[in-house]
């Protein structure tokens, strides 16, 4: 962009606006004067006549016609987009009509002063305003085609990024600015499959309105990225505008989507990557607010995670009296301290915000903790989850003093300092599980199950689902970044399932779900259908604009078998026994599984720690082997 250029984009929409009107006035003025009558006039005297004497004595012919068109072309919208959407056929027909509003008012004046009805007269009179009409229609345009080549140059960068926007609303005409401006990205279509909009332009740019015309544009500019700039969008049809562009394999990014502007977290200009809940064949469950959460105290183990950082968020929404962070990593518990205070501050809230650096395994830290703070409810997220990481046999004893006995330490001191509810976080690995890592979660569950029955006041609740999205060790972040980096992409197996679904939304309904408690539940999650990694794998791999190396054409990605890791399944469950019941959220179930008594899961839990002290990995193994059913290493 010019100088001239970058010095117009820079004025107020009001500046722009009198300008441009002005620049209009300008033109009806030199047309009315070089083919109206000053011209005809001057020449008629022989060039003895001055222009502006001329002027003087017939100013009004060329006011009152010039004021008429342009208040007839303000009133009808043509100044509401001023130069950008020009090309549209509607401001092309009102610029039309607008140029023969001012030459034929023009013709009618003419024939009023002069109050002549002769043919030849009126004829001369016709022809003239419609001379009149026709050069100030041609001088509207070449304006406009001025400006366009001042304020939108075409960028001809031979190593620009071909672009094409999904979307010709407001969005994307947003989105189109901040594009001009960008010498690495060459805008080369719209895109929007509104029937009002089809095959027209916006600043020269057609508009395409099938896939098939997109197909065209990949089989060209095989760099081709598609912009979605459709904010606001239905969920369900925006998944279907995915899957369909998955098919051209053409990459794809988006702005933000409408509630992350309304929050003021992003600009409609920054353009990032899909979010991946977009990848899940299923509605997005609807996020409810936290009941009576105003004036709690409220506790989040590992609130540094991926699921405590979100639950920590959402709690904090609905403007609790205070929040205590708890972490062991202080790294972890800097950042979601730093996230907390910016939503604080952006939402006026009056929530005490408490960072704590701590462990679960230690009791008299707890004990201090409790007595300092009358906590109302705690949410257990802290957990050692990374499946093979846990199934070292080096790992096995911290994993398992972490996930059991941390819990354990948690709850006692939840029933000692008599906190009303007590929520775990679990897993679906939890399920007749295949590794430690699932049998300690299986454990922990046993455990606070048992503790619910030996008291009457603190209600103890699980809540059980599968994988979450972008969670820590998730399995599609790794997949990203192998697709970054050419390749290949690795799964363990073709056929191996699993759940999913977005950490806000497991979150919330975490959430949901403590407020039903009425005390041992384990809370099921509707995760949806299982997919398949192998083609979320391949989903990936297209909407990033590649191939695969099997198919035909292109620059492909392999995808590769590695085998199941330790303690891995093929596939994941939800519940162990019993029935599946209902709740008044058609998202959450529950169910009320067979447990031990308290008594027997206490000496488990001394076997444990004695096992603990000197490491006998193979002890906490048969314990965990005898206590936790389907557990079979």
């Keep these: 962009m010019n100088a001239i250029g970058i010095t117009l984009s820079s004025l107020n929409r009001k500046t722009k606006f009198l300008i441009v009107v002005l620049n209009d006035f ?110 100030f229609y041609a001088f509207l345009n070449i304006s406009r085609d001025i400006a366009k080549y001042l304020l939108y140059p075409y960028n001809t960068n031979s190593d620009a990024k071909n672009i094409v926007i999904y979307g010709a609303g407001a969005s994307g005409n947003e989105l189109f600015q901040s594009i001009l401006l960008d010498p690495s990205k060459r805008l080369l279509a719209f895109f929007d499959d509104s029937k009002n909009l089809r095959d027209r332009q916006i600043n020269n740019i057609p508009i395409l309105g099938s896939f098939d ?41 988006t702005v933000p989507s409408f509630h992350e502007l309304i929050a003021d977290q992003k600009k409609m200009t920054d353009i990032q990557n899909l979010s991946l ?70 939402k006026n809230l009056d929530t005490k915000i408490i960072p704590i650096l701590g462990d679960i395994k230690d009791s008299s830290n707890l004990n201090y903790l409790f007595l300092k703070f009358p906590v109302d409810c705690i949410y257990h997220a802290a957990a050692y989850k990374h499946v093979p990481l846990v199934e070292d046999i080096n790992n096995i004893t911290v994993a398992c003093e972490n996930n059991i006995i941390g819990t354990y330490n948690l709850a006692l001191q939840a029933i000692e300092h008599k906190i009303k509810s007590f929520v775990m976080i679990s897993t ?128 492909g990605i392999e995808i590769i078998e590695v085998g199941l890791r330790p303690g891995e399944k093929m596939y994941e469950e939800l519940l162990i026994s019993g029935d599946q019941l209902p709740t008044n959220n058609p998202k959450i179930f529950k169910s009320m599984e067979s447990f031990p008594p308290f008594e027997t899961i206490e000496s488990s839990l001394q076997a444990l720690k004695t096992a603990m002290m000197v490491n006998d990995y193979n002890q906490i193994i048969e314990i965990l082997k005898k206590n936790v059913e389907g557990y079979n290493p």
Excluded at 72 to 79: A, E
Excluded at 223 to 239: C, Y
Excluded at 468 to 475: D, E, L, M, W
Excluded at 528 to 551: F, M
């Design 26 to 135: 300008t033109f009806a003025l030199i047309c009315w004067l070089v083919f109206g009558p000053p011209m005809a006039t001057y020449i008629a005297s022989e060039f003895s006549t001055g222009i502006f004497e001329i002027f003087i004595d017939e100013w009004k012919s060329f006011f009152f016609p010039a004021l008429i068109s342009i208040a007839y072309l303000y009133i009808f919208g043509f100044y509401k987009s001023l130069i950008k959407f020009f090309d549209s056929k509607d401001s092309i027909l009102l610029s039309l009509t607008g140029s023969l509003v001012f030459g034929f008012t023009w013709s009618a004046m003419h024939v009023y002063q002069f109050n002549t009805v002769s043919t030849s007269f009126l004829s001369i009179a016709l022809l003239q305003g419609f001379l009149l009409s026709a050069v």
């Design 213 to 253: 015309q997109l197909l065209s544009l990949k089989q060209k500019y095989s760099d081709l990225e598609v912009l979605l700039a459709i904010p606001s969008i239905a969920t369900e049809k925006r998944r279907e505008i995915i899957s369909k562009l998955e098919q051209i394999k053409v990459a794809v990014r």
């Design 277 to 346: 809940d977009d990848l899940l064949p299923r509605a997005r469950v609807a996020k409810d607010l936290v009941e009576n959460a105003k004036h709690k105290t409220l506790f989040v183990s590992g609130a540094g995670g991926s699921i405590g950082s979100e639950i920590v968020r959402q709690l904090l929404e609905n403007n609790p009296k205070e929040i205590i962070l708890f972490d062991v990593s202080e790294y972890n518990l800097f950042n979601v301290e730093r996230a907390c205070i910016a939503v604080k501050e952006s």
């Design 428 to 555: 679906d690995k939890a399920v007749r599980p295949s590794n430690v890592m699932g049998a300690s979660k299986r454990m922990a569950e046993i455990v606070i199950q048992s503790l619910n029955t030996s008291q009457a006041f603190t209600k103890f609740s699980m809540v059980r689902f599968g994988n979450v999205i972008n969670s820590s060790g998730s399995v599609i972040p790794l997949f990203v970044d192998q697709i970054a980096k050419g390749g290949p992409v690795t799964v363990t197996h073709k056929n191996v399932t699993r759940y999913f679904m977005t950490i806000p939304e497991a979150s919330n309904l975490v959430l949901q779900a403590a407020q039903m408690s009425e005390g041992g539940e384990v809370f099921i999650l509707d995760m949806g259908e299982q997919l398949k990694i192998y083609d979320l794998a391949k989903k990936l791999i297209h909407l990033s604009g590649r191939n695969i190396t099997t198919e035909m054409g292109g620059d």
